[in-house]
């Protein structure tokens, strides 16, 4: 089943999800010691395309996928910026199409083989797939309950969907013609008000599965979440710590 498929999920995406994605793609500039852009890159299942606008930065042209065509029609249009309704699996462009392919908070969904089999195919000689996530710690600086009643309260009412969190090996990157170069880790903090922070919850799996399989409405779940976190804030907003790997992997012969 995809959990963000649906209208309201995507509504829901397009206007709680924290825009880190820059602070990545300076980290992959940096990395790959990009002196100028690259001609074109890929963004595999983009959602609504934060991490796609991001990549403008470091590549000339810029592609971003997505199963969900709710998820695509809130994508901005932008300049040298286009998107496609496919799967992971199966990316309708040629051999070697492009220098750089990047996956931001989706590998974990996809079927893995399928997907690194394609990415391969699409890549040119010695370009790069890069594979990011960013994930919410549950920690809130200002106060250290929230981290108990994230862990306690939040993921024993909503627990995370089953999923493929597994970091990929050597051994599997060999066998798909990549190679795993670096993997690194990353912080990030960002600031909420109870009532964002809320919204931001709405957006995780966890949520969107509980909603969309009817067990619950998307009105309960929020005014659950606001009145749980509100007692929380001792000012209008907090300060609330992410973090994640980025992953390089490139072509080889």
């Excluded at 920690?139 to 995370?160: G, I, Q, T, V």
């Excluded at 409405?217 to 300060?239: D, H, I």
């Amino acid at each position: 089943m995809s959990y963000f498929e649906s209208r309201d999920a995507a509504e829901r995406y397009a206007g709680s999800r924290p825009y880190f994605h820059p602070l990545v793609v300076k980290k992959i500039r940096d990395f790959l010691e990009l002196r100028e852009p690259v001609p074109r890159a890929l963004d595999v299942a983009c959602g609504t395309g934060q991490s796609t606008v991001a990549l403008k930065e470091i590549a000339s042209r810029v592609v971003g996928t997505d199963v969900s065509r709710e998820m695509l029609a809130r994508a901005p249009r932008e300049g040298g910026v286009r998107y496609v309704e496919a799967p992971a699996e199966d990316l309708p462009f040629a051999d070697g199409s492009f220098r750089l392919i990047t996956v931001a908070l989706a590998f974990h969904w996809f079927d893995r083989s399928r997907f690194l089999v394609e990415a391969r195919r699409v890549l040119d000689t010695s370009g790069w797939l890069v594979i990011y996530d960013n994930g919410f710690f549950g920690e809130m600086k200002e106060n250290p309950k929230h981290e108990r009643w994230y862990k306690e309260d939040y993921l024993a009412r909503y627990p995370s969907p089953p999923r493929n969190k597994e970091p990929l090996t050597d051994d599997e990157c060999r066998k798909h013609g990549l190679r795993l170069v670096e993997r690194e880790s990353y912080t990030n903090e960002v600031a909420f008000s109870a009532e964002e922070i809320a919204s931001y919850l709405m957006t995780q799996s966890n949520v969107t599965a509980a909603v969309e399989d009817g067990g619950e409405s998307s009105e309960s779940v929020r005014e659950w979440l606001v009145e749980s976190v509100a007692p929380m804030f001792g000012k209008p907003r907090g300060t609330f710590r992410f973090g994640g790997t980025i992953e390089y992997l490139q072509a080889v012969i």
